[in-house]
């Protein structure tokens, strides 16, 4: 198969796929239980789903850029 085609080289497909793996773990710790009308839920203001949980998904997201930016090796090798 000839990758001289690709976009990409394998290490900046293996950055891409850990960037999206801290995106999702990012969203899976804001997920929960909301407030019903019959009962509030204090958990919903709790450090993890407003401070931490975005950190971590806004550091994906930047973690995908220096994926995409990533030289590759025959681009540096010309």
């Not at 203001?45 to 850029?65: D, E, N």
């Amino acid at each position: 198969m000839d990758t001289s085609n690709f976009a990409f080289s394998k290490i900046n497909y293996i950055l891409l796929v850990i960037g999206l793996v801290i995106i999702i773990l990012g969203l899976f710790l804001m997920s929960g239980s909301g407030t019903t009308e019959e009962a509030f839920n204090p958990e919903i203001f709790s450090a993890t789903r407003i401070k931490v949980a975005p950190m971590i998904s806004l550091f994906g997201f930047l973690f995908i850029i220096v994926a995409i930016l990533w030289p590759s090796k025959k681009q540096v090798k010309e």
